[in-house]
């Protein structure tokens, strides 16, 4: 599947991978500030944006999309900087092109099968509006309100609903959400040793404590930081401190493979 993507700058090239319901956009505040010493790859991973709609969603798919894309670029040297899903999709390319990456950001998600998710609610009251084809914005903005979903969640949802029309594939990633909370382990045998650097807004309960072990057995030389304060949208809420944080750990060359 031929993704669409925004390029721009040049130098070592950084992939960006957005979470579930999201597109390109993103990530945006950390792209315009990287884009200034690296090549910057925005990506609409499948069912998103303006790239194509499958009826398909998991990670092999999503992964393998996101390959072709940095095969058809000739990227090398890569730096995969993922949040919440696209940071599963980062995980898992590590398997699928490691001679091309370098170095892993995950943003606030672990490399687990999740039971339970926040996100829920928010399928709830969008497949509401759309099984009662319910296009108004105001409407739709109060239903969500109504279901319980933050103002700021409710404004970044919309930001995808374009001419009465989600720009995400609302039924597919419905129907398949246990996709999207699944993993594959990988295996102890063969761990991933990338320099990888997960980073976890301290309010948020996708990257908690119990997962640690988890983590380090799949991937060796992971790095965990905490910003307190912050929740599941921590590059969102803390965008300088996941800034700081970023330029130093991609500056550091005892962080490299």
Same mark, same amino acid.
């Given at each position: 599947?031929?993704?669409?993507?925004?390029?721009?700058?040049?130098?070592?090239?950084?992939?960006?991978?957005?979470?579930?319901?999201?597109?390109?956009?993103?990530?945006?505040?950390?792209? +315009?500030?990287?884009?200034?010493?690296?090549?910057?790859?925005?990506?609409?991973?499948?069912?998103?944006?303006?790239?194509?709609?499958?009826?398909?969603?998991?990670?092999?798919?999503?992964?393998?999309?996101?390959?072709?894309?940095?095969?058809?670029?000739?990227?090398?040297?890569?730096?995969?900087?993922?949040?919440?899903?696209?940071? $599963?999709?980062?995980?898992?390319?590590?398997?699928?092109?490691?001679?091309?990456?370098?170095?892993?950001?995950?943003?606030?998600?672990?490399?687990?099968?999740?039971?339970?998710?926040?996100?829920?609610?928010?399928?709830?009251?969008?497949?509401?509006?759309?099984?009662?084809?319910?296009?108004?914005?105001?409407?739709?903005?109060?239903?969500?309100?109504?279901?319980?979903?933050?103002?700021?969640?409710?404004?970044?949802?919309?930001?995808?609903? $374009? +001419?009465?029309?989600?720009?995400?594939?609302?039924?597919?990633?419905? !129907?398949?959400?246990?996709?999207?909370?699944?993993?594959?382990?990988?295996?102890?045998?063969?761990?991933?040793? $990338?320099?990888?650097?997960?980073?976890?807004?301290?309010?948020?309960?996708?990257?908690? !404590?119990?997962?640690?072990?988890?983590?380090?057995?799949?991937?060796?030389?992971?790095?965990?930081?905490?910003?307190?304060?912050?929740?599941?949208?921590?590059?969102?809420?803390?965008?300088?401190?996941?800034?700081?944080?970023?330029?130093?750990?991609?500056?550091?060359?005892?962080?490299?493979?």
């Amino acid at each position: 599947m031929k993704l669409n993507y925004k390029l721009q700058g040049k130098g070592q090239p950084i992939v960006f991978l957005h979470g579930v319901f999201g597109s390109l956009d993103n990530l945006n505040m950390l792209a +315009k500030d990287l884009v200034s010493d690296y090549q910057t790859i925005q990506v609409d991973l499948r069912n998103h944006g303006l790239s194509p709609w499958s009826n398909q969603i998991n990670y092999t798919s999503m992964a393998q999309d996101v390959a072709e894309l940095c095969h058809e670029l000739q990227l090398k040297d890569i730096i995969l900087i993922g949040h919440s899903m696209g940071g $599963k999709v980062a995980m898992q390319l590590s398997q699928v092109i490691p001679q091309i990456i370098q170095k892993i950001v995950v943003i606030d998600i672990a490399p687990v099968k999740y039971s339970t998710s926040p996100n829920a609610i928010i399928l709830r009251a969008l497949m509401y509006c759309l099984n009662n084809q319910i296009t108004d914005r105001k409407q739709i903005m109060s239903i969500m309100q109504e279901a319980g979903l933050s103002e700021a969640t409710c404004l970044f949802l919309l930001k995808s609903y $374009k +001419k009465q029309h989600w720009l995400f594939n609302l039924q597919v990633i419905n !129907d398949q959400y246990a996709n999207i909370c699944d993993w594959q382990t990988i295996p102890s045998s063969s761990p991933c040793l $990338k320099p990888i650097l997960f980073i976890r807004g301290g309010n948020s309960v996708y990257l908690a !404590d119990k997962y640690q072990n988890t983590i380090y057995a799949q991937f060796p030389n992971a790095k965990i930081v905490t910003i307190e304060g912050a929740g599941h949208n921590v590059h969102a809420e803390k965008t300088q401190q996941v800034l700081q944080l970023l330029h130093d750990w991609l500056n550091c060359s005892s962080c490299s493979v």
